[in-house]
Protein backbone atom coordinates (compact mmCIF):
# COMPACT_ATOMS: atom_id res chain seq x y z
CA UNK A 1 0.00 0.00 0.00
CA UNK A 2 1.43 3.37 -1.02
CA UNK A 3 1.83 5.82 2.09
CA UNK A 4 2.70 8.75 -0.22
CA UNK A 5 0.29 8.62 -3.32
CA UNK A 6 0.23 11.65 -6.46
CA UNK A 7 -3.00 10.84 -8.10
CA UNK A 8 -2.51 12.97 -11.40
CA UNK A 9 0.24 11.46 -13.39
CA UNK A 10 0.72 14.33 -15.45
CA UNK A 11 -0.69 17.81 -15.60
CA UNK A 12 -0.39 20.98 -18.49
CA UNK A 13 -0.99 24.25 -17.88
CA UNK A 14 0.16 27.63 -19.86
CA UNK A 15 3.40 29.55 -19.01
CA UNK A 16 2.60 32.15 -16.81
CA UNK A 17 -0.26 30.33 -14.90
CA UNK A 18 -0.09 28.76 -11.66
CA UNK A 19 0.87 25.27 -11.33
CA UNK A 20 -0.48 23.25 -8.74
CA UNK A 21 0.51 19.36 -7.94
CA UNK A 22 -0.76 17.93 -4.95
CA UNK A 23 0.58 15.14 -3.16
CA UNK A 24 -2.07 12.89 -0.27
CA UNK A 25 -0.01 10.95 2.30
CA UNK A 26 -1.54 8.22 4.70
CA UNK A 27 1.10 7.54 7.19
CA UNK A 28 0.50 9.93 10.55
CA UNK A 29 4.26 9.55 11.48
CA UNK A 30 5.71 11.33 8.78
CA UNK A 31 7.12 14.95 10.00
CA UNK A 32 9.35 16.41 7.26
CA UNK A 33 7.60 16.32 3.68
CA UNK A 34 10.27 17.30 0.40
CA UNK A 35 9.70 17.95 -3.48
CA UNK A 36 12.13 16.67 -5.81
CA UNK A 37 12.32 17.98 -9.54
CA UNK A 38 13.45 15.06 -12.25
CA UNK A 39 14.17 16.01 -15.74
CA UNK A 40 14.86 13.18 -18.78
CA UNK A 41 18.07 11.46 -18.19
CA UNK A 42 19.05 12.89 -15.14
CA UNK A 43 18.50 12.29 -11.26
CA UNK A 44 16.01 14.43 -8.90
CA UNK A 45 17.33 17.10 -7.52
CA UNK A 46 15.88 18.73 -4.33
CA UNK A 47 13.24 21.37 -4.73
CA UNK A 48 11.68 22.96 -1.00
CA UNK A 49 10.71 20.97 2.04
CA UNK A 50 8.45 21.75 5.06
CA UNK A 51 8.57 21.16 8.10
CA UNK A 52 5.25 19.09 10.31
CA UNK A 53 5.60 22.63 12.60
CA UNK A 54 4.66 24.22 9.66
CA UNK A 55 1.77 24.74 7.10
CA UNK A 56 3.46 27.10 4.34
CA UNK A 57 7.29 26.75 3.05
CA UNK A 58 8.24 29.57 0.00
CA UNK A 59 11.07 29.55 -1.88
CA UNK A 60 10.92 31.88 -4.62
CA UNK A 61 8.32 30.90 -7.34
CA UNK A 62 7.57 27.44 -5.43
CA UNK A 63 5.69 27.13 -2.61
CA UNK A 64 4.74 24.25 -0.34
CA UNK A 65 1.74 23.94 1.63
CA UNK A 66 0.94 21.48 4.19
CA UNK A 67 -2.88 20.48 5.67
CA UNK A 68 -1.80 17.73 8.28
CA UNK A 69 -5.53 17.48 9.06
CA UNK A 70 -6.13 16.24 5.45
CA UNK A 71 -2.76 14.91 5.19
CA UNK A 72 -2.36 16.27 2.12
CA UNK A 73 0.43 18.76 1.05
CA UNK A 74 0.86 20.41 -2.35
CA UNK A 75 3.35 22.75 -4.86
CA UNK A 76 2.23 25.88 -6.17
CA UNK A 77 4.79 27.29 -8.84
CA UNK A 78 4.28 30.61 -9.85
CA UNK A 79 5.07 31.86 -12.62
CA UNK A 80 5.17 28.62 -14.50
CA UNK A 81 8.29 28.39 -17.09
CA UNK A 82 8.80 26.04 -19.85
CA UNK A 83 11.51 25.22 -17.75
CA UNK A 84 10.01 23.76 -15.33
CA UNK A 85 8.40 20.96 -17.13
CA UNK A 86 9.90 17.85 -15.39
CA UNK A 87 8.60 15.05 -13.24
CA UNK A 88 8.02 16.20 -9.88
CA UNK A 89 8.11 13.58 -6.70
CA UNK A 90 6.77 14.38 -3.36
CA UNK A 91 8.59 12.44 -0.40
CA UNK A 92 8.23 12.03 2.99
CA UNK A 93 9.84 10.82 6.41
CA UNK A 94 9.69 10.29 10.12
CA UNK A 95 11.84 9.42 12.79
CA UNK A 96 13.36 5.84 12.34
CA UNK A 97 12.42 3.38 15.05
CA UNK A 98 15.42 2.65 17.63
CA UNK A 99 17.55 5.74 16.45
CA UNK A 100 17.69 4.04 12.92
CA UNK A 101 18.06 6.63 10.16
CA UNK A 102 15.30 8.63 8.42
CA UNK A 103 14.46 7.13 5.29
CA UNK A 104 12.25 8.83 2.66
CA UNK A 105 9.26 7.34 1.28
CA UNK A 106 8.39 8.94 -2.31
CA UNK A 107 5.37 9.42 -4.58
CA UNK A 108 5.03 7.99 -7.95
CA UNK A 109 5.73 11.53 -9.86
CA UNK A 110 3.63 14.25 -11.52
CA UNK A 111 5.16 14.68 -14.99
CA UNK A 112 4.40 18.83 -15.24
CA UNK A 113 4.54 20.24 -19.03
CA UNK A 114 4.37 24.24 -19.09
CA UNK A 115 3.19 24.84 -22.26
CA UNK A 116 4.70 28.31 -24.15
CA UNK B 1 32.71 19.47 -8.20
CA UNK B 2 31.69 15.77 -9.90
CA UNK B 3 29.09 15.34 -7.00
CA UNK B 4 27.53 11.53 -7.06
CA UNK B 5 28.85 9.68 -10.27
CA UNK B 6 27.03 6.16 -11.26
CA UNK B 7 28.53 3.98 -13.91
CA UNK B 8 27.21 2.44 -16.21
CA UNK B 9 24.08 4.48 -17.57
CA UNK B 10 23.31 1.87 -19.85
CA UNK B 11 23.52 -1.75 -19.16
CA UNK B 12 21.59 -4.63 -20.69
CA UNK B 13 22.07 -8.46 -18.86
CA UNK B 14 20.93 -11.84 -19.43
CA UNK B 15 19.17 -13.81 -17.01
CA UNK B 16 21.34 -15.50 -14.02
CA UNK B 17 24.03 -13.02 -15.05
CA UNK B 18 26.02 -11.11 -12.16
CA UNK B 19 27.15 -7.74 -12.14
CA UNK B 20 28.09 -4.01 -9.97
CA UNK B 21 26.64 -1.10 -10.31
CA UNK B 22 29.24 1.86 -9.27
CA UNK B 23 28.71 5.05 -7.21
CA UNK B 24 30.95 7.40 -5.90
CA UNK B 25 30.66 10.87 -4.52
CA UNK B 26 33.26 13.45 -3.71
CA UNK B 27 30.91 16.02 -1.01
CA UNK B 28 32.04 13.45 1.76
CA UNK B 29 28.70 12.49 2.65
CA UNK B 30 28.34 10.25 5.53
CA UNK B 31 25.13 8.76 3.96
CA UNK B 32 24.08 7.07 0.84
CA UNK B 33 21.58 4.84 -0.72
CA UNK B 34 20.79 3.11 -3.58
CA UNK B 35 16.57 3.43 -5.50
CA UNK B 36 14.96 1.92 -8.26
CA UNK B 37 12.61 3.63 -10.16
CA UNK B 38 9.86 1.82 -12.00
CA UNK B 39 6.89 3.22 -13.87
CA UNK B 40 3.54 3.96 -11.70
CA UNK B 41 5.61 3.04 -8.37
CA UNK B 42 7.95 6.45 -7.73
CA UNK B 43 11.39 5.72 -6.06
CA UNK B 44 11.75 2.33 -3.48
CA UNK B 45 14.78 2.27 -1.43
CA UNK B 46 16.82 -0.74 -2.05
CA UNK B 47 19.66 -0.31 0.30
CA UNK B 48 21.48 2.50 2.68
CA UNK B 49 24.48 3.60 4.57
CA UNK B 50 25.38 5.51 7.08
CA UNK B 51 28.61 5.19 6.82
CA UNK B 52 31.67 3.54 6.01
CA UNK B 53 31.30 -0.39 6.94
CA UNK B 54 27.49 0.05 7.89
CA UNK B 55 24.90 -1.11 5.36
CA UNK B 56 21.04 -1.65 6.25
CA UNK B 57 18.27 -2.89 4.23
CA UNK B 58 15.30 -0.74 2.34
CA UNK B 59 12.14 -1.59 1.54
CA UNK B 60 12.99 -4.38 -1.57
CA UNK B 61 16.26 -5.39 -0.52
CA UNK B 62 15.75 -9.10 -1.80
CA UNK B 63 18.51 -9.72 -4.72
CA UNK B 64 20.82 -6.93 -4.16
CA UNK B 65 24.14 -7.08 -2.14
CA UNK B 66 25.87 -3.53 -0.97
CA UNK B 67 29.15 -3.11 0.80
CA UNK B 68 30.48 0.48 1.92
CA UNK B 69 34.39 -0.28 2.71
CA UNK B 70 34.93 3.38 2.14
CA UNK B 71 33.03 6.94 2.54
CA UNK B 72 33.11 7.34 -0.97
CA UNK B 73 31.67 4.29 -2.82
CA UNK B 74 28.49 2.42 -2.61
CA UNK B 75 28.61 -0.27 -5.11
CA UNK B 76 25.41 -2.44 -5.61
CA UNK B 77 25.50 -5.71 -6.94
CA UNK B 78 23.22 -8.00 -8.63
CA UNK B 79 23.69 -11.82 -7.69
CA UNK B 80 21.77 -13.23 -10.05
CA UNK B 81 19.61 -11.34 -12.35
CA UNK B 82 16.01 -11.57 -13.33
CA UNK B 83 13.64 -9.58 -15.45
CA UNK B 84 11.78 -8.18 -12.18
CA UNK B 85 15.36 -6.05 -11.77
CA UNK B 86 14.67 -4.21 -15.16
CA UNK B 87 14.62 -0.61 -13.92
CA UNK B 88 16.43 2.88 -13.59
CA UNK B 89 18.81 2.75 -10.65
CA UNK B 90 19.96 5.34 -9.12
CA UNK B 91 22.25 6.24 -6.28
CA UNK B 92 22.04 9.30 -3.52
CA UNK B 93 24.56 10.62 -1.14
CA UNK B 94 23.22 13.05 1.63
CA UNK B 95 25.00 14.84 4.96
CA UNK B 96 23.84 12.49 8.12
CA UNK B 97 22.16 14.53 9.62
CA UNK B 98 19.89 16.18 6.72
CA UNK B 99 19.67 12.90 5.03
CA UNK B 100 16.48 13.74 3.09
CA UNK B 101 18.02 16.13 1.33
CA UNK B 102 19.97 13.65 -0.98
CA UNK B 103 21.81 14.37 -4.08
CA UNK B 104 21.54 11.69 -6.87
CA UNK B 105 23.46 10.46 -9.54
CA UNK B 106 22.11 10.67 -12.87
CA UNK B 107 20.98 6.96 -13.13
CA UNK B 108 21.50 3.91 -14.66
CA UNK B 109 19.05 2.23 -17.15
CA UNK B 110 19.05 -1.96 -16.41
CA UNK B 111 17.04 -4.36 -18.50
CA UNK B 112 17.46 -8.14 -17.52
CA UNK B 113 16.60 -10.22 -20.77
Known amino acids: DQQVKQNSPSLSVQEGR ?11 MFDYFLWYKKYPAEGPTFLISISSIKDKNEDGRFTVFLNKSA ?7 VPSQPGDSAVYFCAASAQGSSGSARQLTFGSGTQLTVLP | NAGVTQTPKFQVLKTGQSMTLQCAQDMNHEYMSWYRQD ?75
Open chain 1, 71 to 77: KHLSLHI
Open chain 1, 18 to 28: ISILNCDYTNS
Open chain 2, 39 to 113: PGMGLRLIHYSVGAGITDQGEVPNGYNVSRSTTEDFPLRLLSAAPSQTSVYFCASSYQKTNEKLFFGSGTQLSVL
